[in-house]
């Protein structure tokens, strides 16, 4: 399991897998911890990210194969695939809007992608390495990026004026940045890497605020509750931890099996995590409340 994302009413999950599937689950009203498998795509590839579209009616992932495919969620239908970078693609990101899709790709560039006319409208270079992940800020007038372990840095991009902002904190041996979340109101972006470390920055001033100790091996996830209040965490030390934002301190620690946990996200209302491993491509629910 690779990626995991909550379509924007709650009602469904996707997840990714390398097995070149992507999976759409049904989230039982009577049953809110028993997933129901409703479909599936196949992709061209192995497939790293996915991401819904702000409206819940499109889906992208993003794949090995060096390509973006877009679908339709309600039929399963590829409607569109785009094509640019030259390494395989390893993170997808929508804009709030939903009119710009943002891919981080193995070739060191962030690709920008309308949706109007599935045409790429620009590309970012900054990163010396690896691209692994990337988020749009709430106001989509923000996208950060991160590099794997020979970068090491966050670039804050400032789209309208076409400048960035470079964040550097996390281990010099061993800071591969593995996720990156902005917080719902903006002000806030949390990351998790090969350091076994999280860290919380201050986007007005690039200043890290705390880092967040804990867990025994690379953080793979990193998410912020919908309320801003909590970060969750997944861990190749096979455990999801959650956090709370104001003191930095640990709130509880699931263990959730035998597996690494690479892919955390939290349910639009806040009160489940879904939680992917590398184990048997099962999705992990997991109550918050």
Same mark, same amino acid.
């Given at each position: 399991?690779?990626?995991?994302?909550?379509?924007?009413?709650?009602?469904?999950?996707?997840?990714?897998?390398?097995?070149?599937?992507?999976?759409?689950?049904?989230?039982?009203?009577?049953?809110?911890?028993?997933?129901?498998?409703?479909?599936?795509?196949?992709?061209?590839?192995?497939?790293?990210?996915?991401?819904?579209?702000?409206?819940?009616?499109?889906?992208?992932?993003?794949?090995?194969?060096?390509?973006? +495919?877009?679908?339709?969620?309600?039929?399963?239908?590829?409607?569109?695939?785009?094509?640019?970078?030259?390494?395989?693609?390893?993170?997808?990101?929508? !804009?709030?809007?939903?009119?710009?899709?943002?891919? #981080?790709?193995?070739?060191?560039?962030?690709?920008?992608?309308?949706?109007?006319?599935?045409?790429?409208?620009?590309?970012?270079?900054?990163?010396?390495?690896?691209?692994?992940?990337?988020?749009?800020?709430?106001?989509?007038?923000?996208?950060?990026?991160?590099?794997?372990?020979?970068?090491?840095?966050?670039?804050?991009?400032?789209?309208?004026?076409?400048?960035?902002?470079?964040?550097?904190?996390?281990?010099?041996?061993?800071?591969?940045?593995?996720?990156?979340?902005? !917080?719902?109101?903006?002000?806030?972006?949390?990351? #998790?890497?090969?350091?076994?470390?999280?860290?919380?920055?201050?986007? !007005?001033?690039?200043?890290?605020?705390?880092?967040?100790?804990?867990?025994?091996?690379?953080?793979?996830?990193?998410?912020?509750?919908?309320?801003?209040? +909590?970060?969750?965490?997944?861990?190749?030390?096979?455990?999801?931890?959650?956090?709370?934002?104001?003191?930095?301190?640990?709130?509880?620690?699931?263990?959730? #099996?035998?597996?690494?946990?690479?892919?955390?996200?939290? !349910?639009?209302?806040?009160?489940?995590?879904?939680?992917?491993?590398?184990?048997?491509?099962?999705?992990?629910?997991?109550?918050?409340?």
């Amino acid at each position: 399991m690779t990626s995991v994302a909550f379509s924007p009413n709650g009602q469904t999950l996707a997840s990714a897998c390398d097995d070149k599937t992507i999976k759409i689950w049904h989230l039982a009203d009577k049953e809110p911890r028993m997933l129901r498998e409703t479909g599936g795509f196949s992709c061209s590839s192995a497939v790293n990210s996915v991401a819904f579209s702000p409206d819940g009616k499109l889906l992208a992932s993003g794949n090995d194969d060096k390509t973006i +495919q877009l679908w339709e969620t309600s039929t399963g239908k590829e409607l569109s695939t785009f094509k640019g970078h030259k390494e395989k693609v390893y993170s997808v990101a929508f !804009s709030p809007d939903g009119k710009t899709l943002a891919s #981080g790709s193995k070739d060191k560039s962030v690709k920008l992608w309308s949706i109007d006319t599935n045409k790429e409208t620009s590309t970012l270079h900054g990163h010396c390495d690896e691209v692994f992940c990337l988020a749009f800020s709430p106001d989509g007038k923000i996208l950060a990026s991160a590099g794997a372990s020979k970068d090491k840095t966050i670039k804050v991009w400032y789209l309208a004026e076409n400048k960035f902002l470079t964040l550097k904190g996390h281990s010099e041996e061993l800071g591969g940045i593995y996720s990156i979340a902005f !917080s719902p109101d903006g002000k806030t972006l949390v990351s #998790g890497g090969t350091d076994k470390t999280i860290k919380i920055w201050l986007l !007005s001033s690039g200043l890290e605020l705390r880092t967040l100790g804990g867990h025994s091996d690379d953080v793979c996830s990193v998410t912020f509750s919908p309320d801003g209040k +909590q970060i969750a965490s997944g861990s190749k030390d096979k455990t999801v931890r959650l956090w709370q934002v104001e003191t930095g301190k640990e709130i509880r620690t699931f263990t959730v #099996g035998e597996d690494p946990i690479y892919c955390v996200v939290f !349910s639009p209302d806040g009160k489940t995590l879904a939680a992917g491993g590398n184990g048997d491509n099962t999705v992990m629910l997991l109550p918050c409340d």
